[in-house]
């Protein structure tokens, strides 16, 4: 294999960061970073995107691209931060233009935000593919848990984001603006089509309430025998059905409002005002 996967697991948020490199040209991608938050204190730090710029610069890696597998709703994304420090371009699907329009529209964003998906230097569609040194690297659009959401596939690997949790988890929540519990069953099946050993790579996992130690990897063979949600063969009617039902009992992530607004921007933090100060916008009764 002429890839290799390093994980950076921040407890904070329970985000997997992965970097995948190319060892034969030293190339690599960052694959959803986190920009730590203290939501009290209204504070931004970058310890753990530091964590990941000294990874790089010790194993002498070159960065080609800082990618974003959807716009999360669970911590604030490093990929500007780690751009001015590291370079590469940062990509994402291109339905987030539709998240862009939609929560645009949420928070009352003026003219000074645009939405076209210009915040990021590539938008990928559907199949698109391209390369990290040596290595090719495939999109799959894999809507639901939101319209941009994109899994890569790279050689054995395939990062998938919220879409899949670990098998005891399940699978990503679809009661966000544009989210899809009809999509997300079909994209599930995508994923699953890929062949059986293949390595998925996860970005969240809260070790199942507490009852193991939180894990990110699993395979295309465990999560299509055992996912509880989707795995053993389960219906797209008894997915939906699931998927709507659970969706409806649970509360909002804790981050969500500060950090859809900031990685819509592609982890741009919302222009000075006048004073010179930023401000995060907090909608009332929106959710």
């Not at 900031?262 to 006048?274: D, W, Y």
């Amino acid at each position: 294999m002429t890839e290799f996967v390093k994980t950076f697991f921040d407890p904070a948020t329970n985000n997997a960061t992965h970097v995948v490199c190319d060892n034969e040209t030293r190339n690599c991608a960052i694959i959803d970073p986190v920009l730590d938050f203290d939501l009290a204190a209204g504070r931004t730090a970058t310890q753990s995107a530091d964590e990941i710029i000294s990874y790089v610069d010790r194993e002498g890696l070159t960065v080609s691209w800082i990618l974003e597998t959807h716009v999360h709703a669970d911590h604030l994304t490093a990929s500007s931060y780690l751009k001015a420090k590291l370079g590469g371009k940062t990509a994402i699907g291109s339905g987030v233009v539709d998240v862009q329009k939609k929560f645009g529209a949420i928070y009352n964003l003026r003219d000074d935000f645009t939405r076209d998906g210009s915040q990021f230097d590539v938008l990928f569609d559907d199949n698109d593919v391209f390369s990290i040194g040596n290595l090719e690297v495939r999109v799959i659009h894999t809507p639901g848990h939101t319209p941009a959401c994109a899994t890569y596939v790279v050689e054995d690997c395939a990062f998938t984001g919220d879409t899949f949790f670990m098998p005891d988890s399940g699978t990503a929540r679809c009661d966000f603006p544009g989210g899809s519990a009809a999509q997300l069953y079909n994209s599930l099946q995508k994923i699953l089509a890929l062949p059986p050993e293949t390595r998925l790579l996860l970005n969240h996992d809260y070790g199942c309430g507490g009852s193991r130690d939180c894990c990110w990897e699993t395979s295309v063979a465990e999560q299509r025998d055992k996912n509880i949600h989707v795995g053993g063969g389960k219906s797209a009617e008894e997915f939906i059905a699931m998927r709507e039902e659970r969706d409806a009992t649970l509360s909002m992530p804790r981050l969500v409002l500060p950090a859809i607004q900031v990685n819509m921007r592609a982890g741009e933090l919302p222009p000075k005002e006048s004073g010179g100060g930023r401000f995060l916008k907090i909608p009332l009764n929106a959710f």
